[in-house]
């Protein structure tokens, strides 16, 4: 029976990334690392629990992609360029397949964005699994969730409700008829890329962001509350893809899907009008399209709109604890 | 039923500790922090889970203090000065009371030493916590692994064994008819203190560090293992508390706790010949006693000896896989 010590160097020890900016990484008792003059450091930490965040025989590949993609997601966010992460990882017990496939899946993703693994834990117990991830972003140059203004225009990234769409046929609560329009939505829920370069491009015009991974209306609501404002939405300008309209050719419930989607990892974020044009010239470079939903207004809330009317629909993002 | 935002709002927004180092602490999608010039970033992980490192029905209280010395003492192995913490808790439901009590150590702990907790996660699953915490070290000043060689001295701080006789008491595995000392013990390995003075002062004295956490004799093999030399141990040199002999009156089974003792969280640190006379001095402001316990040799594994005679024990650390 391989004990701790050994899983942690046969699995851990060894990447492809090795930054310059790690004098000292796995294996003493804490990792030293050096950011560099004038940034300051982001951090974020996020646990995946397996019941709660994914299903225990999911294939460990995506469980990683998806603990590492989240993770990473909050950087974008943020605006900041990743740079390390630490692993605590907790499991009934060292279950070698499940390893193997767990850190091909993550060190694939780490090694795209050029992230080190700078430390962790592995422990005895149910399986879960924790990641702090630190990034780098020039000083005062950070999208935070407070910076908005009424006035300022909404807009997100890529399209939303194809994560939602992914999810609802991999716990079976839906069917498609094409296989390849069922590969490609799964994919899109196992794979979401977190929008690292978007981030880094938006720094200077943007006034606020956030990522989406609890479905864009309840992410929004932590920008409206921390900026003091409210939203007006035009659900028909929501970015939808074929693949989710074919999924659910019924407009308005596609537009609902949209709206309460998790695990997206698009990025929302507010542009000040002065400010508006540059949004596509800088994600240009970044492959990722950003579209205009709606405007911040004074007061509270999220009004949903179309051709200028209220809407009533009942929505409501994930939250772990709710019943 | 409150739910996840609220929670971490009401019970981990609100700490004592604000650091001028930490522009944007809890509540956007990273934290953002600063490091001074001049310095590295120490970085530790520790998971503690219910039912391996701790008992479901432990006093939240001591579970939150012995997450974070656990955490702290890694910092003080490499003779890091604390600064920040991240906090992942994971919890079958959201239980009010609980998290008051894990509060209340969390955050006297962390007051203590100056750690802002600057973010973190909160998910529902089994009960589990894990820390990630950030300290400062002046470059190329970190105490590792593997600075040792052959002919140094090796020294630990404090007394050894206690947290073993305590967790004895706590397990109902041993009994003590004095109600004074088993209070003592179930103390010491309740509220174990990381010893980050006495890690700071070894700063340019030592030639390799770590802490205590999985018992001497195990802690001890990774610096041998890493600075490629042998360690012999005279056990009689062993510091033992005058409530271990109390609850051990049997000296050699005393001796024996003393080197698997787990959680100590006691510095076993390397000095070179020519850097003794300053262990004393530098250790003279933190409080901590060190004694020297024997000497590093060339070769591999620790040879155990009395009165320069090699003994034969059996003993094994902690290890949370092996069976």
């Given at each position: 029976m391989?004990?701790?010590?050994?899983?942690?160097?046969?699995?851990?020890?060894?990447q492809?990334?090795?930054?310059k900016?790690v004098?000292?990484?796995?294996?003493?008792d804490c990792?030293?690392?050096?950011?560099?003059?004038?940034?300051?450091?982001?951090?974020?930490?996020?646990?995946?629990?397996?019941g709660?965040?994914?299903?225990a025989?999911?294939?460990?590949a995506?469980?990683?992609?998806?603990?590492?993609?989240?993770?990473?997601?909050?950087l974008a966010?943020?605006?900041?360029t990743?740079?390390?992460v630490?692993?605590a990882?907790?499991?009934?017990?060292p279950?070698?397949a499940w390893?193997?496939?767990?850190?091909?899946?993550?060190?694939?993703?780490a090694?795209?964005?050029?992230?080190?693994?700078v430390?962790?834990?592995?422990?005895?117990?149910?399986?879960?699994?924790?990641?702090?991830?630190?990034?780098?972003?020039?000083k005062?140059?950070?999208l935070t969730?407070?910076?908005?203004?009424?006035?300022?225009w909404?807009y997100?990234?890529?399209?939303?409700?194809?994560?939602?769409?992914?999810?609802?046929?991999?716990?079976g609560?839906?069917?498609?008829?094409?296989?390849?329009?069922?590969?490609i939505?799964?994919e899109?829920?196992?794979?979401?890329e977190?929008?690292?370069?978007?981030?880094?491009a938006?720094r200077?015009?943007?006034?606020?962001?956030?990522?989406?991974?609890?479905?864009?209306?309840?992410?929004?609501?932590?920008?409206l509350q921390?900026?003091?404002?409210?939203?007006?939405?035009?659900?028909?300008?929501?970015?939808l893809s074929?693949?989710?309209e074919?999924?659910?050719?019924?407009?308005?419930?596609?537009?609902?899907?949209a709206?309460?989607?998790?695990?997206?990892?698009?990025?929302?974020?507010t542009?000040?009008e002065?400010?508006?044009?540059?949004?596509?010239?800088a994600?240009?470079h970044?492959?990722?399209?950003?579209?205009?939903?709606g405007?911040?207004?004074p007061?509270?809330?999220?009004?949903?709109?179309?051709?200028?009317q209220?809407?009533?629909?009942?929505?409501?993002?994930?939250?772990?604890?709710?019943?």
């Amino acid at each position: 029976m391989a004990n701790e010590f050994d899983l942690i160097a046969r699995y851990f020890e060894h990447q492809a990334v090795k930054r310059k900016d790690v004098p000292l990484a796995i294996g003493d008792d804490c990792a030293l690392l050096e950011v560099p003059e004038g940034s300051q450091l982001a951090v974020s930490t996020d646990s995946l629990v397996a019941g709660t965040h994914f299903l225990a025989e999911a294939d460990p590949a995506w469980v990683a992609h998806k603990a590492l993609a989240s993770n990473l997601s909050d950087l974008a966010a943020m605006g900041a360029t990743p740079a390390w992460v630490s692993l605590a990882l907790t499991m009934p017990k060292p279950d070698e397949a499940w390893l193997a496939g767990f850190c091909e899946g993550f060190f694939a993703l780490a090694e795209y964005y050029n992230v080190q693994l700078v430390g962790g834990d592995t422990t005895k117990g149910p399986l879960s699994i924790t990641l702090t991830v630190h990034g780098f972003i020039p000083k005062g140059k950070a999208l935070t969730r407070s910076g908005a203004h009424s006035g300022d225009w909404i807009y997100v990234t890529g399209n939303l409700g194809d994560s939602a769409a992914g999810l609802a046929l991999l716990l079976g609560q839906r069917t498609v008829d094409d296989p390849m329009l069922e590969s490609i939505l799964l994919e899109r829920h196992h794979k979401a890329e977190p929008r690292i370069l978007a981030g880094q491009a938006l720094r200077g015009i943007a006034s606020a962001a956030l990522d989406i991974s609890d479905g864009l209306i309840s992410d929004l609501g932590h920008i409206l509350q921390r900026s003091g404002v409210s939203a007006e939405i035009d659900v028909d300008k929501l970015p939808l893809s074929p693949e989710l309209e074919a999924f659910e050719p019924e407009r308005d419930k596609a537009l609902q899907l949209a709206l309460a989607s998790g695990e997206e990892y698009e990025l929302c974020f507010t542009v000040p009008e002065q400010n508006r044009g540059a949004v596509d010239i800088a994600l240009a470079h970044s492959g990722v399209k950003a579209t205009c939903i709606g405007q911040l207004r004074p007061g509270q809330g999220t009004r949903l709109v179309r051709d200028g009317q209220p809407l009533n629909w009942q929505l409501h993002g994930y939250d772990h604890f709710a019943e």
